[in-house]
């Protein structure tokens, strides 16, 4: 699944009250659409590579893994749309073509003065006790200029989810993954080592009760020009939509700490209109058949953007461009002429700016 980087500030461990350990059957994530919230943060000092190293050894029973002190730099929100099939760009692309499940996810992300946004879609292949990843289709902008990339693997995709999953439960997989970018293709040999070393509770923003997880040990060697890189990532896994992940060190072996967090239950907080705050709601009704009531509310009058792209970054559809009061705005969106597929609209006020993505059907 698609991660974003975290980093830690310091941070006392404390003991929970014992819990017993959790077996994950299926694969967490719902069919249909809902919230999602990804907390973000790449500041790397010290205390923060001390304290991955500390979650590192938390291996053995009844741990606890408290997230709710790191210092998040980003805040992701948006709606993630899980689809039985292969739909979206991957349809017709082989291996992805093979997928039972295809998981879409809007995406904005401002890196070293570069803006990307677009949509990410995972494309996922169910077996009796097992989930292969078959690679991913990014599709959007960088920049304000379309872009698309993506990453399949053959011949049978990353088994990142084997079933049941418990305490001690061991599995792997080999595989190549191809990327394509603009006219370039780049292959790398890659073998992948999963193990069950932990279990206990996660503490994350916006979740008052512990959530229990697995953590999971994986293993990811690269074969590059006949040399071996390898690091190792550690997987915080729920029975529910919250995951972590924190690694040792790069492919150089330098202690590049980070953790990330997809919690599904944030955006519910975050999406409450506030006074203070610019925030556009969920598209309702999503899926969407020919037309959608878009919510929005301003902290201060200004000059207001509503604007409606396609997968590729074009603008199909401008619903607001006006001057506009503070408080709470309502706009209908007509979308009988749009094509079937994922669409993303975009709201712009004061400098700020909020996404949401929602699915035309027929």
Known sequence: MMMLRYALTGLLLMPLAATAQIVIDDFPFPRGT???????????DGTNTTVINTLVGQSGANQTYDL????????????????????????????????????ALPFNLEEEGNMYEGI?????????NTNYNLGGIFEGTFNGGPIEFSTTR??????E????????S??????????????????TDITMEYEVDGWGSMLVPDIEEPVEVLRVKITETRTVAGFDF???????????????????????KNPTAYVTILNATATDAASEPSASSLTLEAVYPNPVHEHAALRYNLPEAGAVTLTV?????????????????????????????????VYVVRLQADGAQQTRAFTVVR
């Open 309 to 341: 792209y396609d997968v590729l970054g074009k603008a199909v559809m401008t619903l607001v461009e006006q001057v506009q009061g503070a408080g709470a705005h309502e706009v209908v969106a007509e979308t009988r002429d749009l094509a079937p597929g």
């Open 170 to 187: 061991m599995w792997s997989g080999a595989f190549t993954e191809t990327t394509m970018l603009g006219g370039s293709t780049f292959s």
């Open 68 to 103: 709710t002190t790191i210092d998040y730099e980003d805040l992701f929100t948006g709606q993630y749309a899980l689809t039985d099939g292969a739909v979206g760009p991957g349809a017709a692309t082989e291996p992805l073509d093979q997928a039972t499940l295809t998981l």
């Open 161 to 168: 989810f084997v079933f049941p999953m418990m305490m001690g």
């Open 120 to 128: 990410i879609y995972d494309y996922v292949l169910e077996t009796a």
């Open 230 to 252: 390898s690091t190792v990532c550690y997987e915080l896994r729920a029975n529910a939509l919250v995951e972590a992940v924190f690694c040792e060190g790069d492919f150089d």
């Open 34 to 44: 809902g919230p999602f919230a990804q907390y973000n943060t790449d500041n790397l």
């Open 154 to 159: 053959t011949p049978n995709g990353d088994p």
